[in-house]
């Protein structure tokens, strides 16, 4: 920790972003996370290259492609307590609707199909996406699950609270699946 702060860094893989939304709905409870943390890295600052090592990094988003396999690996060496936030980090949920079909039947569905103009699949620009969506889990170890759709504000304070105290936060009267 920097400043007697504890390092906190936020991730947005494949999802919505309805969870950071979620977190910027704490409003004034902000400040006072602020004062006990740094917010490092995150789609709300503009950091480039993930810090050497943060103390506490909030993922939301399943991983989907190439490129969100190769953060999660690389966040996940360089954090001590990986928090996995809302039901797509979890269990991939939305991002994960499109595993029951091959992977060249969603990229023609979605680039030749449904397009009218310059149909073709993309083969640069966009990352190459993997076989299947999949929960954050499933390629590195989280310490902490939280689901929801989004979690709630008050969940993710009592999260962040807890973790900043130093204990590993008990959710299970907190939130559920889909909440």
């Not at 890295?41 to 050497?52: G, I």
């Amino acid at each position: 920790m920097s400043n007697n702060k504890a390092k906190i860094a936020t991730v947005w893989l494949d999802g919505c972003s309805g969870c950071h939304m979620s977190f910027l709905d704490l409003d004034e409870r902000l400040l006072a996370v602020a004062e006990r943390a740094e917010l490092v890295y995150s789609p709300l600052v503009d950091m480039k290259e993930f810090p050497e090592m943060v103390d506490v990094t909030i993922v939301e988003g399943a991983v989907s492609s190439e490129d969100d396999l190769a953060k999660i690996r690389k966040i996940r060496e360089h954090t001590r307590i990986l928090v996995a936030l809302g039901d797509c980090a979890v269990t991939s949920n939305v991002p994960g609707m499109r595993n029951p079909f091959p992977l060249k039947d969603v990229l023609s569905r979605a680039y030749l199909e449904n397009a009218t103009l310059n149909q073709q699949v993309p083969t640069s620009v966009i990352p190459k996406l993997l076989p299947k969506a999949r929960p954050v889990h499933e390629f590195v170890k989280v310490d902490v699950h939280v689901p929801g759709c989004p979690p709630s504000a008050d969940t993710i304070f009592y999260v962040v609270s807890e973790l900043l105290e130093g204990r590993i936060p008990d959710i299970s009267d907190k939130t559920r699946f889909g909440a």
